[in-house]
């Protein structure tokens, strides 16, 4: 599986940006998607994710109520949402993609679960 993330940008506090992220060969209906960020020193985190088919969006707790998930499965496309953008919000963003997992209620917000990864897109919010 490849996927290439896009949409990132510069964009003032309290701003919006929608990432795209396409996803290309195959994936299967109990296969995630998720999307990282990593700020400028900081280790990859975990921002949301998603079961391809099916499933609740999973939140890190500081996005849940700013991010939103989505997917368009026919087009093979995530997409993040982010409103109410911070300073703290700047980061390179990542999608990923992880197959088929029994563990994945446990693991879907750990990096080392996902075996693929696009090549990450900025977002730099200004003060």
């Known amino acids: 599986v490849q996927l290439q993330a896009s949409g990132g940008g510069l964009v003032q506090t309290g701003g919006s940006l929608r990432l795209s992220c396409a996803v290309s060969?195959?994936?299967?209906?109990?296969?995630?998607v998720a999307w990282f960020r990593q700020r400028p020193g900081k280790e990859r985190e975990f921002v949301s994710g998603?079961?391809?088919?099916?499933?609740?969006?999973k939140y890190s707790e500081s996005m849940k109520g700013r991010f939103t998930i989505s997917k368009d499965n026919a087009q093979k496309m995530v997409y993040l949402q982010m409103n109410g953008l911070e300073p703290e919000d700047t980061a390179v963003y990542y999608c990923?993609?992880?197959?088929?997992?029994?563990?994945?209620?446990?693991?879907?917000?750990?990096?080392?679960?996902?075996?693929?990864w696009g090549q990450g897109t900025q977002v730099t919010v200004s003060s």
């Open positions: 990923a993609h992880a197959p088929p997992k029994t563990s994945y209620y446990r693991d879907y917000a750990s990096v080392s679960y996902y075996k693929s």
């Open positions: 060969g195959r994936t299967f209906s109990s296969s995630s």
């Open positions: 998603v079961l391809w088919v099916g499933g609740d969006p």
